[in-house]
C-alpha cells in the first residue's frame, strides 16, 4: 500500500503568520488518467473532518483563500497564509490514487 | 443540503459483530462513491472501505479484509458496513464519506470492542 509521510508532525505558528505542511508519497499518485488524487482535510477539536482541498490545488467553496494546495508526483504542500485562530487542529494529507487509500499521520497546528 | 448521518454503534465483546448504517440525503445517492472512514480515540484517521455508486466495485484496507463487509442500497439511500470478528483495535468513531475525493463527511458513530 501507498505511504503518506506528513511533516512536520507538529506545527506552533504565531497568528498571521504563514505554515506550511509536506506531505510525501511512497510512489506517484498520479493515475493512468493524468488525475492525482491527493486531498487534504481539516478537523478541528471535537469536529468531523471536513475537505479544504482535493485533487492537489482545487479549494473547496467553504475553505478560505488563504488554503492552497500544490506539488505532483510523490511531493505535496498544503500552504495556510495569515494563519488565525480558528486554524488549530489536525490536517490531514488522503490519497485515492491506488485503492486502498491511506491518510498521512496528521500535523497539529497551533498557536504560538 | 448533504446529509450523512451514521447509526448502529455501541459496545460489542472482542469477537462479536456489529452493523453500522447510513443514511444519506441532499444528492443522489446513486451517482456517488461511497467510503467508510475511522478513527481510533486520540489517533489519526484510517481508511476503512470503499464502494463504487452502483456497488460493483468494493475496496478494504488490509486491517479489515476478510472481516467487515461494504454495501449499499441505493433504493434506501443507505450505506452500510457488516463488522465482525470485532477487536479490541477496531474501537474508533466510524465516519460515512461521501464522493470519490472523500467531499462530505458525518458525524460518526462510535464503536467499542471491550469485554
Known amino acids: 500500500d501507498v505511504v503518506l509521510t506528513q511533516s512536520p508532525l507538529s506545527l506552533p505558528v504565531t497568528l498571521g503568520q504563514s505554515a506550511s505542511i509536506s506531505c510525501r508519497s511512497s510512489?506517484?499518485?498520479?493515475?493512468?488518467?493524468?488525475?492525482?488524487?491527493l486531498n487534504w482535510f481539516q478537523q478541528r477539536p471535537g469536529q468531523s473532518p471536513r475537505r479544504l482541498i482535493y485533487?492537489?490545488?482545487n479549494r473547496d467553496s467553504g475553505a478560505p483563500d488563504r488554503f492552497s494546495g500544490s506539488g505532483s508526483g510523490t511531493d505535496f504542500t498544503l500552504k495556510i497564509s495569515r494563519v488565525e485562530a480558528e486554524d488549530v487542529g489536525v490536517y490531514y494529507c488522503?490519497?485515492?490514487?491506488?485503492?486502498?487509500?491511506?491518510f498521512g499521520q496528521g500535523t497539529r497546528l497551533e498557536i504560538k | 443540503e448533504v446529509q450523512l448521518v451514521e447509526s448502529g454503534g455501541g459496545l460489542v465483546q472482542p469477537g462479536g459483530s456489529l452493523r453500522l448504517s447510513c443514511s444519506a440525503s441532499?444528492?443522489?445517492?446513486?451517482?456517488?462513491?461511497m467510503h467508510w472512514v475511522r478513527q481510533a480515540p486520540g489517533k489519526g484517521l484510517e481508511y476503512v472501505s470503499t464502494?463504487?455508486?452502483?456497488?460493483?466495485?468494493?475496496y478494504y484496507a488490509d486491517s479489515v479484509k476478510g472481516r467487515f463487509t461494504i454495501s449499499r442500497d441505493n433504493s434506501k439511500n443507505t450505506l452500510s458496513l457488516q463488522m465482525s470478528s470485532l477487536r479490541a483495535e477496531d474501537t474508533a468513531v466510524y465516519y460515512c464519506?461521501?464522493?470519490?475525493?472523500?467531499?462530505?463527511w458525518g458525524q460518526g458513530t462510535l464503536v467499542t470492542v471491550s469485554s
Open positions: 464519506v461521501r464522493g470519490y475525493y472523500f467531499d462530505d
Open positions: 441532499g444528492f443522489i445517492f446513486s451517482d456517488y462513491a
Open positions: 464502494v463504487s455508486n452502483n456497488g460493483g466495485t468494493k
Open positions: 510512489q506517484s499518485l498520479v493515475y493512468s488518467d493524468g488525475n492525482t488524487n
Open positions: 485533487k492537489v490545488s
Open positions: 488522503m490519497h485515492g490514487t491506488h485503492w486502498p487509500g491511506t
